[in-house]
């Protein structure tokens, strides 16, 4: 097949998902074009039939704002032209699944649409008056729609009347890089043997409830020696060190940034913290269970259908610090449980997020669409 790919390329679950899965079916043997802004942060090693188009708004001076989404549906449409594309596979609704059914529109009936919703695109732009309608008008245009959870198929469905079908898919986990891994040499760096290392990486947004992080940790760090690693940046942040400051717990806290190695990054830490309020998926909570780390976070959303609750991590309401810093406590101070938790989530993550199964599905769903069933 020849497959145009858009996304966000930039640090993101959802830029993620298109880059990681655009891999597996170029690995596949099929052609694959992105079409970004930006080159596509994970993308990495150059694959012969991977190809890379650019997108570049206009900034005439009359523009109040520069054309972004025209420029982009008429790269599509230029692309899928020069290239015959089959199909393009768009992440994250706006303005992506309506830029796509332009480029169709530019092309012919045979360039299919397929749009995969991530969670923020309906669960936070659905709610703008603004982009409501386009949203809507992106879904029933495309030729097929996916959602990375159930929850977000039945928020969209609530939220934007929709009625038309719309396929789970999974997020998916690559276990050649997200597995547990040797890394005594760093772990000797960040925290001393008797200390256990939390985590949290997240973007920062308000979303993300980076506070209550901080106060977990507080209270976890009363009872079991530990140190946070928190990785990221986003509008958050300097609340989070203030927040680390006022606590007195700077010396226990590192702000590590943006960084590219996560894989690496989890398999150092015992536990993973993820209290968000919104989460359609929660990818790093996946990625986290692949290398035998348990979640303790909040059941927002899609969460639940990634961490099986009192098995590979706990999940509690919005907000519930106390609960989430007592199930930290619980698991970090009972070996015993902790290791089946790890090994539990090793299983799961293996037996229904793992790469090949979920790349089926969708070069099933890409085969399904090109054949108009
Ligand atoms: O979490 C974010 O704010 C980033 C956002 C994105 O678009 O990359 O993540 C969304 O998509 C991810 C990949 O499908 C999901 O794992 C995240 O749960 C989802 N974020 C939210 O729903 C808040």
Not at 50 to 68: C, D, K, S
Not at 258 to 263: G, I, L, M, P, S
Not at 330 to 342: G, I
């Amino acid at each position: 097949m020849r497959i145009g790919i858009t996304c966000y390329p930039s640090h993101g679950g959802s830029g993620v998902v298109a880059t990681e899965l655009g891999k597996l079916m170029a690995e596949r043997g099929h052609q694959v074009h992105f079409i970004t802004y930006d080159m596509p942060f994970r993308l990495g090693h150059f694959f012969h039939n991977i190809h890379y188009h650019e997108v570049e708004a206009n900034r005439y001076a009359v523009f109040r704002y520069p054309p972004y989404d025209l420029a982009l549906a008429s790269r599509m449409a230029q692309v899928a032209k020069l290239h015959q594309l089959d199909l393009i596979h768009v992440h994250y609704a706006v303005p992506h699944a309506i830029c796509a059914y332009l480029a169709k529109e530019m092309v012919d009936d045979s360039f299919k649409v397929v749009t995969t919703l991530h969670g923020t695109d309906i669960t936070v732009l659905g709610e703008d008056p603004s982009l409501r309608d386009i949203i809507c008008f992106g879904i029933n245009q495309s030729d097929a729609v996916t959602a990375v959870s159930d929850d977000l198929i039945r928020q969209t469905k609530e939220m934007l009347c929709i009625d038309r079908p719309l396929e789970r898919i999974y997020n998916f986990v690559d276990q050649r890089v997200y597995s547990p891994r040797d890394i005594s040499d760093i772990r000797e760096q960040c925290a001393r043997p008797e200390e256990k290392i939390l985590l949290h990486i997240s973007n920062f947004r308000p979303v993300k409830r980076v506070p209550d992080v901080i106060r977990i940790f507080d209270q976890v760090q009363k009872k079991v020696p530990a140190k946070l690693l928190l990785v990221g940046e986003g509008p958050e942040w300097s609340l989070a060190v203030e927040m680390a400051q006022e606590r007195g717990l700077t010396d226990k806290i590192t702000f590590m940034g943006k960084q590219d190695e996560v894989a690496r990054l989890i398999s150092l830490a015992d536990l993973l913290l993820l209290p968000s309020a919104k989460e359609s998926f929660g990818l790093v909570a996946l990625e986290a269970m692949a290398c035998g780390v348990p979640t303790v976070g909040s059941n927002a959303g899609g969460l639940p259908e990634v961490v099986a609750d009192g098995e590979t991590g706990f999940l509690s309401g919005i907000g519930e610090v106390e609960a989430m810093a007592d199930h930290a406590i619980r698991l970090l101070s009972d070996p015993d449980l902790y290791r089946r938790f790890s090994e539990m989530g090793l299983e799961r993550a293996r037996d229904r997020f793992c790469a090949e199964k979920i790349a089926d599905q969708y070069e099933d769903l890409y085969q399904r669409v090109i054949d108009g069933k």
